[in-house]
């Protein structure tokens, strides 16, 4: 594996250390695990390939052949293992998002989902959706209204939006007195870091490619 991936892989494990330390580690030490496989499969990978190299010398057509298999499969393994970190990343912040805001014991699922459709589309036509849903907030009276944005399903409504919620999180914690609350910093944080740490995961999933590839193409000339 090459040093820049490993600089990619470690700035990860550095924006994730001090999360890990609260009630939602389990989540975030998945991440963590998956993130430093991707290191791990390029160091079997290469090791692989040498050792194939020996075992094959001149047969130059099979050592091409079993080359490009390795490095399919291992594609296939940094694309998984850079989604299941994505998946435990946003489950930690829904975790202390169901710890924030309570769904109403009395909500009926069809009125859920038609509240869900007619927001969506209110939304969809501000250019702020932010602000928004801070002022619907603290204007609605209804329960579920108050549940849904500040809920799951405002957060991916955001993240759709391509919106960063550090300053709506942050608004949302004033509004409902829960700023200093362990499930508050979760999300708080997770507001200020998700722009880092997506970068840094796409970074990583572009040096993981951008090695896959050279590697193909070693091959290529090896067989050329």
Same mark, same amino acid.
């Given at each position: 594996?090459? $040093?820049?991936?490993?600089?990619? +892989?470690?700035?990860?494990?550095?924006?994730?250390?001090?999360?890990? $330390?609260?009630?939602?580690?389990?989540?975030? @030490?998945?991440?963590?695990?998956? =993130? @430093?496989? =991707? @290191?791990?499969?390029? /160091?079997?990978?290469?090791?692989?390939? $040498?050792? +194939?190299?020996?075992?094959?010398?001149?047969?130059?057509?099979?050592?091409?052949?079993?080359?490009?298999?390795?490095? /399919?499969?291992?594609?296939?393994?940094?694309?998984?293992?850079?989604?299941?970190?994505?998946?435990?990343?946003?489950?930690?912040?829904?975790?202390?998002?169901?710890?924030?805001?309570?769904?109403?014991?009395?909500?009926?699922?069809?009125?859920?989902?038609?509240?869900?459709?007619?927001? @969506?589309?209110?939304?969809?036509?501000?250019?702020?959706?932010?602000?928004?849903? +801070?002022?619907?907030?603290?204007?609605?009276?209804?329960?579920?209204?108050?549940?849904?944005?500040? *809920?799951?399903?405002?957060?991916?409504?955001?993240?759709?939006?391509?919106?960063?919620?550090?300053?709506?999180?942050?608004?949302?914690?004033?509004?409902?007195?829960?700023?200093?609350?362990?499930?508050?910093?979760?999300?708080?944080?997770? *507001?200020?870091?998700?722009?880092?740490?997506?970068?840094?995961?796409?970074?990583?999933?572009?040096?993981?490619? $951008?090695?896959?590839?050279?590697?193909?193409?070693?091959? *290529?000339?090896?067989?050329?």
């Amino acid at each position: 594996m090459n $040093e820049d991936l490993e600089d990619y +892989i470690e700035a990860i494990q550095r924006i994730l250390r001090p999360l890990k $330390e609260s009630e939602f580690s389990e989540k975030l @030490g998945k991440v963590s695990t998956y =993130i @430093g496989s =991707i @290191g791990k499969s390029f /160091a079997a990978l290469n090791s692989n390939l $040498e050792s +194939i190299k020996q075992q094959l010398g001149s047969d130059q057509e099979s050592y091409r052949k079993v080359v490009q298999d390795k490095i /399919a499969a291992n594609k296939s393994f940094v694309d998984s293992f850079i989604k299941f970190a994505r998946m435990n990343l946003d489950l930690a912040r829904d975790q202390a998002l169901d710890k924030l805001v309570k769904r109403p014991k009395s909500a009926d699922k069809v009125d859920e989902q038609k509240m869900m459709e007619s927001l @969506g589309r209110w939304f969809d036509q501000l250019p702020d959706p932010a602000l928004a849903m +801070i002022e619907h907030f603290k204007a609605s009276s209804t329960p579920l209204d108050k549940y849904l944005v500040a *809920g799951k399903w405002g957060h991916e409504y955001l993240q759709k939006r391509n919106v960063n919620t550090e300053v709506y999180d942050s608004q949302l914690c004033m509004l409902i007195s829960c700023k200093d609350t362990a499930a508050a910093i979760m999300v708080q944080s997770y *507001g200020r870091l998700s722009s880092r740490l997506s970068k840094a995961i796409d970074d990583v999933e572009e040096m993981a490619k $951008e090695k896959l590839e050279a590697l193909e193409n070693e091959s *290529g000339r090896k067989t050329s």
